[in-house]
């Protein structure tokens, strides 16, 4: 029977023996690994010489162009590093459209016909060139035009990658194709990091700073996954394959008793946390917090702040490591922004700020009125930017799995605002009279103790309904999806904040006399200009839908309806003028994202139909035997039965037949135009069809015998660990 499969995943789970290590945590602290496989600036300070040492330097702090001639050096130092660590491969490592890390290894060794002689140089270290034929382009080139380059992220560590069978030197890259477009999510994020740098030093000189060094987003993305045992999830099709379970009634203790959420963490998973955070203290990468979340099974683990491009790079070697360490513990991790209905779901608060070595954090207030009022300007770039370029924020984090989780109480809608605060919304509200004089203070709390201390009260509280929230010296774009790569979300973000910092210097630059004055006045008419978007309240409420519809604020409700606003004539133009974005790579862009929605949809009907007709429904008829057996053998002996059970499955089985042949036959409807009309009629008419179908088997599991159901359930899944 299907159930045994349930059955004997329990019994292996509850007899299994804890993952252990020989770790000596005495006498190696985890703090000791950290960096220890990176070829980090100090690593580099010993091995290059000073002047390639300095060359580099120049390159990765103050933004200057890489200076080829240092190629080679670093070629070598960087090898000898790597064997030194028992590397045998090099990969140049990149990040094609598909959202995904790839690689591709070579030997460092190569025959001489008398041996094996070692090869890295410069040029090799610069660049490679895997084939691109098979990676996602948009139309960008030609089915039969392979050809692709690597090109060396200097900004970006290597490191090497100990796995239990060897050792391999990972080099950051960007990813382009001959023809010079963007064929990854590094290249467009580069180039809005130096349009940011550019136009925020601009503004930085307008504001009496001569010194002024490079200006960079910075950046920690807080992940949340789940983990489910292996033995379950190798059990259920749908959760291994889409990372989402398709089929699955409510348990009778779901997350409403509010004991997950920073609970004590189960000793398997912190086991398991220990391992990966252990791995990515050698990768450097500064992890910082972890813990339980809302949901049942559900955890977070995020870092402190770093250049936004190495946050990147280092995100998906956080999404990269958690599966692979969960393997080893037995467990599945799915990062799906969704996977069990009914529960909350994930999400990757992207926390967002800017600033240099010389004036610090930008979005940090200030102990002077100029510095202040500095703080004010970027602040209001930041909240300029996304208030008119609200659509492609939207887009940026699109995708048929982040669909499931917008708006759903859990996390923010899917209408982009900004809440600001008690304290900074004071200000704005002045700013809109023209004229700043006063400033909420931040008070203390007694906490009605003696025995505990008097805490600084903040002067706003915090808004988990908010998509794009000010939290005291950063934004945090909360509506990231948890399986995304942040790259686009931040190459938005730094793209829209350099088009305002450029519109606040040209007006500046056009104005004369008193320069405070004058900044007031810009940030005046931003204020007025800005003010619909700025919403503190409950963002889950039906009455904020009705607010925003009437203060003119869009709200694209699902990936189909955004992906478009990514080639509308607004964005196209502000990529474009900055040269972060080409309109070709932009449609190249839409299109892949249209082609993933639909290709995900696909795939998850797919797996209902197979699903539903091999396992669910066989379970079903199984039990309608059982059932109907029974009343004929009671009516032999006189006993008349009430069929209501019996009459109830045999109507539910039918329902879910014919429903499956609807499916399929919404599956294999031939759709006429381009990807979008296929992704709309997937979203209008498959997945309408496949929540029916799940309703109805969702209900069969209710009362179908349980030693004959063959899924496991989300109450084993959620809470047998």
Same mark, same amino acid.
């Given at each position: 029977?299907?159930?045994?499969?349930?059955?004997?995943?329990?019994?292996?789970?509850?007899?299994?023996?804890?993952?252990?290590?020989?770790?000596?945590?005495?006498?190696?602290?985890?703090?000791?690994?950290?960096?220890?496989?990176?070829?980090s600036?100090?690593?580099?300070?010993?091995?290059?010489p000073?002047?390639?040492?300095?060359?580099?330097?120049?390159?990765?702090?103050?933004?200057?162009?890489?200076?080829m001639?240092?190629?080679?050096?670093?070629?070598?130092?960087?090898?000898?590093?790597?064997?030194?660590?028992?590397?045998?491969?090099?990969?140049?490592?990149?990040y094609?459209?598909?959202?995904?890390?790839?690689?591709?290894?070579?030997?460092?060794?190569?025959?001489?016909?008398?041996?094996?002689?070692?090869?890295?140089?410069?040029?090799?270290?610069?660049?490679?060139?895997?084939?691109?034929?098979?990676?996602p382009?948009?139309?960008?080139?030609?089915?039969?035009?392979?050809?692709?380059?690597?090109?060396?992220?200097?900004?970006?560590?290597?490191y090497?990658?100990?796995?239990?069978?060897?050792?391999?030197?990972?080099?950051?890259?960007?990813?382009?194709?001959?023809?010079?477009?963007?064929?990854?999510?590094?290249?467009?994020?580069?180039?809005?990091?130096?349009?940011?740098?550019?136009?925020?030093?601009?503004?930085?000189?307008l504001?009496?700073?001569?010194?002024?060094?490079?200006?960079?987003?910075?950046?920690?993305?807080?992940?949340?996954?789940?983990?489910?045992d292996?033995?379950?999830?190798?059990?259920?099709?749908?959760?291994?394959?889409?990372?989402?379970?398709?089929?699955?009634?409510?348990?009778?203790?779901?997350?409403?008793?509010?004991?997950?959420?920073?609970?004590?963490?189960?000793?398997?998973?912190?086991?398991?946390?220990?391992?990966?955070?252990?791995?990515?203290?050698?990768?450097?990468?500064?992890?910082? %917090?972890?813990?339980?979340e $809302?949901?049942? @099974?559900? #955890?977070?683990? /995020? *870092? =402190?702040?770093?250049? +936004?491009?190495?946050?990147?790079?280092?995100?998906?070697?956080?999404?990269?490591?958690?599966?692979?360490?969960?393997?080893?513990?037995g467990?599945?991790?799915?990062l799906?922004?969704?996977?069990?209905?009914?529960?909350?779901?994930?999400?990757?608060?992207?926390?967002?700020?800017?600033?240099?070595?010389?004036?610090?954090?930008?979005?940090?207030?200030?102990?002077?009125?100029?510095?202040?009022?500095?703080?004010? %300007?970027?602040?209001?770039? $930041?909240?300029? @930017?996304? #208030?008119?370029? /609200? *659509? =492609?924020?939207?887009? +940026?984090?699109?995708?048929?799995?982040?669909?499931?989780?917008?708006?759903?109480?859990?996390?923010?809608?899917?209408?982009?605002?900004?809440?600001?605060g008690?304290?900074?919304?004071?200000?704005?509200?002045?700013?809109?009279?023209g004229?700043?004089?006063?400033?909420?203070?931040?008070?203390?709390?007694?906490?009605?103790?003696?025995?505990?201390?008097?805490?600084?009260?903040?002067?706003?509280?915090?808004?988990? %309904?908010?998509?794009?929230?000010?939290?005291?010296?950063?934004?945090e774009?909360?509506? =990231?999806?948890?399986s995304?790569?942040?790259?686009?979300?931040l190459?938005?973000?730094?793209?829209?904040?350099?088009?305002?910092?450029?519109?606040?210097?040209t007006?500046?630059?056009?104005?004369?006399?008193?320069?405070?004055?004058?900044?007031v006045?810009?940030?005046?008419?931003?204020?007025?200009?800005?003010?619909?978007?700025?919403?503190?309240?409950?963002?889950?409420?039906?009455?904020?839908?009705?607010?925003a519809?009437?203060?003119?604020?869009p709200?694209?409700?699902?990936?189909?309806?955004?992906?478009?606003?990514?080639?509308?004539?607004?964005?196209?133009?502000?990529?474009?003028?900055?040269?972060v974005?080409?309109?070709?790579?932009?449609e190249?862009?839409?299109?892949?994202?249209?082609?993933?929605?639909?290709?995900?949809?696909?795939?998850?009907?797919?797996?209902?139909?197979?699903?539903?007709?091999?396992?669910?429904?066989?379970?079903?008829?199984?039990?309608?035997?059982?059932?109907?057996?029974?009343?004929?053998?009671?009516?032999?002996?006189?006993?008349?039965?009430?069929?209501?059970?019996?009459?109830?499955?045999?109507?539910?089985?039918?329902?879910?037949?014919?429903?499956?042949?609807?499916l399929?036959?919404?599956?294999?409807?031939?759709?006429?135009?381009?990807?979008?009309?296929?992704?709309?009629?997937?979203?209008?008419?498959v997945?309408?069809?496949?929540?029916?179908?799940?309703?109805?088997?969702?209900?069969?599991?209710?009362?179908?015998?349980?030693?004959?159901?063959?899924?496991?359930?989300?109450?084993?899944?959620?809470?047998?660990?």
């Open positions: 029977m299907g159930a045994s499969k349930r059955f004997n995943a329990i019994s292996t789970i509850i007899n299994a023996d804890p993952v252990s290590d020989s770790f000596d945590y005495m006498n190696e602290p985890s703090g000791a690994l950290y960096g220890t496989n990176v070829f600036p100090d690593v580099m300070k010993n091995v290059l000073k002047q390639v040492y300095r060359s580099l330097m120049d390159t990765i702090r103050d933004g200057k162009p890489l200076d001639s240092t190629a080679d050096a670093v070629a070598s130092a960087m090898k000898d590093w790597a064997l030194s660590k028992g590397a045998s491969h090099y990969a140049h490592i990149f094609p459209l598909t959202g995904r890390t790839a690689e591709k290894h070579d030997s460092f060794f190569e025959p001489d016909g008398y041996g094996k002689i070692v090869e890295f140089t410069g040029a090799t270290l610069l660049r490679q060139e895997p084939d691109a034929s098979s990676f382009s948009g139309g960008l080139r030609a089915t039969h035009q392979a050809r692709g380059y690597t090109a060396w992220d200097p900004t970006s560590p290597a090497v990658l100990e796995t239990p069978n060897g050792v391999t030197l990972c080099i950051p890259t960007a990813f382009v194709s001959w023809t010079g477009e963007a064929l990854d999510n590094k290249t467009p994020l580069l180039r809005s990091k130096q349009v940011l740098d550019v136009q925020a030093r601009r503004l930085l000189k504001f009496g700073h001569d010194h002024v060094s490079m200006v960079s987003a910075t950046a920690g993305a807080e992940q949340e996954y789940f983990l489910v292996k033995n379950f999830a190798v059990s259920r099709p749908d959760l291994y394959i889409t990372g989402r379970t398709l089929f699955g009634a409510a348990p009778p203790k779901g997350q409403e008793f509010e004991d997950q959420y920073f609970g004590l963490i189960p000793t398997r998973v912190k086991a398991f946390m220990l391992d990966v955070e252990r791995e990515l203290y050698k990768l450097g990468v500064p992890v910082k %917090t972890r813990h339980n $809302v949901a049942p @099974g559900q #955890y977070e683990v /995020a *870092p =402190v702040y770093e250049f +936004a491009n190495v946050a990147h790079d280092h995100q998906q070697l956080i999404m990269n490591l958690l599966t692979r360490v969960a393997d080893r513990h467990l599945f991790c799915t799906h922004e969704k996977p069990f209905a009914g529960i909350n779901g994930s999400g990757k608060h992207v926390n967002f700020s800017l600033g240099n070595s010389t004036q610090g954090n930008l979005l940090e207030p200030g102990k002077t009125p100029h510095e202040n009022l500095q703080f004010l %300007t970027f602040s209001t770039a $930041v909240i300029r @930017g996304v #208030y008119k370029y /609200a *659509p =492609v924020m939207r887009a +940026a984090i699109a995708s048929a799995s982040n669909d499931h989780r917008l708006g759903a109480n859990e996390a923010p809608p899917a209408i982009m605002s900004v809440y600001l008690e304290q900074l919304s004071d200000v704005f509200e002045q700013l809109k009279g004229e700043l004089t006063s400033s909420l203070e931040a008070s203390f709390l007694n906490l009605g103790a003696d025995v505990l201390p008097v805490l600084p009260a903040h002067a706003g509280d915090r808004n988990r %309904t908010s998509p794009f929230a000010f939290t005291g010296n950063k934004f774009f909360r509506a =990231v999806g948890s995304q790569a942040i790259a686009m979300p190459t938005v973000l730094n793209t829209i904040v350099a088009d305002s910092l450029d519109y606040i210097s007006k500046l630059e056009a104005m004369e006399g008193d320069f405070d004055t004058n900044v006045a810009v940030l005046s008419e931003i204020a007025k200009e800005v003010a619909p978007i700025i919403f503190d309240g409950n963002g889950y409420s039906e009455e904020w839908h009705q607010e519809e009437r203060r003119g604020l709200n694209l409700r699902t990936t189909v309806d955004a992906l478009p606003t990514l080639t509308s004539t607004e964005t196209v133009e502000v990529f474009e003028r900055f040269g974005l080409s309109s070709a790579e932009l190249s862009r839409k299109e892949i994202a249209l082609e993933q929605y639909v290709k995900t949809l696909e795939m998850e009907a797919k797996m209902v139909l197979k699903v539903g007709r091999t396992q669910i429904f066989p379970a079903a008829i199984r039990y309608q035997r059982e059932l109907a057996s029974t009343c004929a053998d009671l009516k032999v002996v006189g006993i008349t039965f009430d069929t209501v059970t019996l009459d109830k499955m045999t109507l539910s089985v039918k329902l879910l037949q014919d429903n499956l042949n609807e399929e036959a919404l599956l294999n409807h031939e759709v006429e135009g381009e990807t979008l009309e296929h992704a709309t009629h997937l979203k209008e008419a997945l309408p069809k496949m929540a029916e179908i799940r309703t109805l088997a969702d209900s069969l599991e209710a009362f179908v015998a349980d030693d004959i159901w063959p899924l496991p359930t989300y109450q084993e899944m959620l809470f047998i660990r």
